[in-house]
């Protein structure tokens, strides 16, 4: 029997950590705001005609707040708003005493008791995503407070209603209503625009994480195909020494074995690492321009860590259909990383992309940095080479190059490079069909 009163207790817990997290300042804000900002007044007509901040201010505090029912702090600003009020007549001093500044300024109380009551029973903060239907119900409710306010008025000091003042009065509702809505628009523009913004990063962050998967595909496949291999040569060699040296015959045979384990487990890691790529829920093509946007975008990123200011410009000549996201990626984010790392504490590195003809892409990575010594030649591409070291003096792993070497020839591409006056140029080539998505 005790489950449910544990359950409720959470509950409250949770409903308690989200009012200190956000609402709690909400509420703090509004009971400093709101009096001040009752203070601020114009009169677009005449001198009679007023228009405060003070209604629009409470009305989009009550809107921002989540976790919190609306009457508590409609009483708390009513009551801030009246001892505001009322301290600031007494600093005036042009009023005979107190009870008379207390009577004057009660009416504002009930204005916003009045305020909040209503906002919370007729629930008017779920149409916070509906702004037309929010003007609306605070256009009515703003009506209504004020009618109560009016009715105080009246009861204190048998104040006239008279059909100008409830002009006034619809009037002042409408621009409030129009502040409100115009500034809470505003506010969720800019949430919509940000919450975009961390998507995108997300879904990029979540693609190179893909692409440096497919990566490792790559890799791995090529370590089946070797691993594959020994283990045929080892079976060979043990056909061949077996009857003449039996216990070497069993070593090669277990040695086999083993090889053949290793086999399997890469097969299957490869199979795991093949099935997530595609299952992700990325698509797999992507438009040329938004690629190359991705590649500039990281590299900033990664020369920003290294401490280095490089510019990156992009060209892409004539029309393209969208290309496999992880191919391209994989390949213009090597070399453009490599091209960064190469550089001084400054640089200029350059992507291109253009159709040599209709069944060809072609792909330039260009840098301003040291370039490649011409003794070193095409070693570049050659598994753990580098001529690139950290500032302890430890080299990269050289796999770059290589991996880029590997997956264009796979693909039946090829890759070059020649050095400027300044710098390198890499340019890649590789048949369209193995790029854009077929049928």
């Not at 506010?187 to 940000?194: F, G, P, W």
């Not at 890759?415 to 069909?433: D, E, M, S, W, Y």
């Amino acid at each position: 029997m005790s489950f449910p009163q544990n359950k409720n207790e959470d509950v409250i817990i949770i409903k308690l950590e989200r009012f200190f997290e956000k609402d709690a300042y909400i509420m703090a804000l509004m009971l400093i705001t709101v009096p001040l900002a009752g203070e601020l007044k114009f009169y677009p007509l005449n001198e009679e005609f007023r228009i405060s901040f003070g209604a629009p201010a409470f009305f989009f505090f009550l809107v921002l707040l989540r976790h919190v029912s609306a009457v508590l702090p409609g009483f708390l600003t009513g009551t801030s708003v009246f001892v505001f009020r009322v301290l600031l007549e007494l600093w005036d001093g042009r009023h005979a005493g107190l009870i008379p500044i207390l009577y004057d300024q009660a009416s504002g109380f009930f204005f916003y008791m009045t305020f909040a009551c209503l906002f919370y029973v007729l629930r008017a903060n779920r149409y916070r995503d509906r702004p037309v239907m929010l003007g609306f119900y605070g256009f009515m409710i703003e009506i209504a407070s004020d009618s109560v306010e009016l009715v105080v008025q009246f009861l204190i000091f048998h104040t006239v209603v008279t059909p100008e003042k409830i002009t006034d009065i619809a009037v002042v509702a409408i621009s409030h209503t129009f502040i409100v809505i115009s500034f809470f628009n505003v506010l969720k523009l800019y949430e919509t625009q940000s919450r975009e913004k961390q998507t995108r990063r997300q879904n990029e962050h979540m693609l190179m994480i893909v692409s440096n998967l497919y990566e490792e595909t790559v890799h791995l496949k090529k370590t089946l195909k070797t691993t594959e291999h020994v283990t045929n040569e080892s079976y060979q060699l043990y056909r061949e020494v077996k009857g003449k040296d039996d216990q070497l015959g069993g070593r090669i045979l277990r040695l086999a074995g083993e090889i053949h384990e290793v086999k399997k487990d890469n097969q299957r890691i490869f199979a795991g690492l093949s099935k997530l790529i595609s299952n992700e829920s990325f698509k797999d093509y992507m438009n040329a321009s938004d690629l190359f946007r991705l590649v500039i975008r990281m590299n900033e990123k990664y020369a920003e860590s290294l401490g280095k200011q490089i510019n990156f410009h992009c060209s892409i000549e004539g029309e393209h259909d969208d290309y496999h996201v992880f191919i391209v990626l994989s390949i213009i984010n090597n070399l453009t990383a490599n091209a960064v790392e190469a550089m001084g504490d400054e640089g200029t590195v350059s992507l291109r992309l253009r159709k040599p003809d209709e069944s060809m892409i072609e792909f330039q990575v260009e840098d301003n940095g040291p370039g490649i010594s011409e003794k070193i030649g095409d070693i570049v591409f050659d598994p753990g080479f580098t001529s690139t070291y950290d500032e302890f003096g430890t080299p990269s792993t050289g796999i770059g190059l290589s991996y880029v070497k590997e997956i264009v020839t796979e693909l039946e591409g090829n890759i070059k490079f020649h050095n400027q006056q300044q710098g390198v140029v890499f340019t890649i080539r590789l048949p369209a069909r193995h790029l854009i998505q077929k049928g």
